[in-house]
T-cell receptor, first 115, second 112 residues
Framework: DTGVSQNPRHKITKRGQNVTFRCDPI?????LYWYRQTLGQGPEFLTY????????KSRLLSDRFSAERPKGSFSTLEIQRTEQGDSAMYLCASSDAGTSNNEQFFGPGTRLTVL | GDSVTQMEGPVTLSEEACLTI???????????LFWYVQYPGEGLQLLLKATKADDKGSNKGFEATYRKETTSFHLEKGSVQVSDSAVYFC???????????FGEGTQLTVNP
């Protein structure tokens, strides 16, 4: 296993279009997280799953955002009716709930540009 | 909710200089504490961690000590290298095992 992977790495879309990103966590990790990072800022938490259950969602996750992890492995993040303010790097991370310290391993991110 | 106050950047140092990046936090319970690093063009990598009071995390010459009484986790290195140029993020995590709360990051540039 080579770590957390994310696809695509870059996405350019026009305002109003829908986009979907995929994250494949480290295989033995049962927790999966989504964050958003804008230029010059630290990552901001969006949501997280333990197995297939979505356990927490940030207020940042508006109705246009939806995340799924149907089989407890990979996850998708969909943004509907994209807006220019959605332009950011979307980061996925995973961790093992069996460890107590919540060390999270990050993927390379998907950079979204909304024109 | 949890929050992090991190030393403002950018920080520019000469090679072999001493580095301190301050980080203080507010969090419920007894969080685990992390420093992540983001090298140019790369993803976030864990630099070091500490899981309980007075623990010292260390890696690649960097150190940080979990100070519960001052709710701080300052990052230090005695002699920086050009290759340390990156953005550094302090991040506590609550015991619930959910989110990391990141600071704004401190941009470090080390000149030869």
């Amino acid at each position: 296993d080579t770590g957390v992977s994310q696809n695509p790495r870059h996405k350019i879309t026009k305002r109003g279009q829908n986009v979907t990103f995929r994250c494949d966590p480290i295989s033995e990790h049962n927790r999966l997280y989504w964050y958003r990072q804008t230029l010059g800022q630290g990552p901001e938490f969006l949501t997280y799953f333990q197995n297939e259950a979505q356990l927490e969602k940030s207020r940042l996750l508006s109705d246009r955002f939806s995340a799924e992890r149907p089989k407890g492995s990979f996850s998708t993040l969909e943004i509907q009716r994209t807006e220019q303010g959605d332009s950011a790097m979307y980061l996925c991370a995973s961790s093992d709930a069996g460890t107590s310290n919540n060390e999270q391993f990050f993927g390379p991110g998907t950079r979204l540009t909304v024109l | 909710g949890d929050s992090v106050t991190q030393m403002e950047g950018p920080v520019t140092l000469s090679e072999e200089a001493c580095l301190t990046i301050n980080c203080t936090y507010t969090a419920t319970g007894y969080p685990s504490l992390f420093w992540y690093v983001q090298y140019p063009g790369e993803g976030l990598q864990l630099l070091l961690k500490a899981t309980k009071a007075d623990d010292k995390g260390s890696n690649k010459g960097f150190e940080a000590t979990y100070r519960k009484e001052t709710t701080s986790f300052h990052l230090e290195k005695g002699s920086v290298q050009v290759s340390d140029s990156a953005v550094y993020f302090c991040a506590p995590s609550t015991n619930s095992g959910s989110r990391l709360t990141f600071g704004e990051g401190t941009q470090l540039t080390v000149n030869p």
